[in-house]
């Protein structure tokens, strides 16, 4: 199992950018896909996640301004980032837990991380 991620970049504060993830490989569901990020020197703290049955959690500091979506279906997570602020520089990465494959279930994968740059 693969987690792709695109998006990410440069923005200006107050902007927007957009994160995709896709999950590959011989999947047959993925309970919860998330988003996560870390600022060098910090732990990596949730930004967002999105259950199958669509129950959505986002960080208190995202909350108004990101929004997680995804397509049960083609195993991709989307994290729309709007009202960008300087703060929310950090690397990106997607997060798949409980991915049920064809004879077994995998607890976690992880995304490669993509860089998100806010200036100011």
């Known amino acids: 199992v693969q987690l792709q991620a695109s998006g990410g970049g440069l923005a200006r504060a107050g902007g927007s950018l957009r994160l995709s993830c896709t999950a590959s490989?011989?999947?047959?569901?993925?309970?919860?896909m998330s988003w996560y990020r870390q600022v060098p020197g910090q732990l990596r703290e949730l930004v967002a996640s999105?259950?199958?049955?669509?129950?959505?959690t986002y960080a208190d500091s995202v909350k108004g301004r990101f929004s997680i979506s995804r397509d049960r279906y083609r195993n991709t997570v989307t994290l729309q980032m709007d009202r960008l602020k300087p703060e929310d520089t950090a690397v990106y990465y997607c997060?798949?837990?409980?991915?049920?494959?064809?004879?077994?279930?995998?607890?976690?994968?992880w995304g490669q991380g993509t860089l998100v740059t806010v200036s100011s």
């Open positions: 997060n798949a837990a409980g991915v049920e494959l064809t004879l077994r279930e995998v607890p976690e994968v």
């Open positions: 490989g011989n999947i047959y569901s993925i309970k919860t």
């Open positions: 999105k259950t199958m049955a669509s129950d959505a």
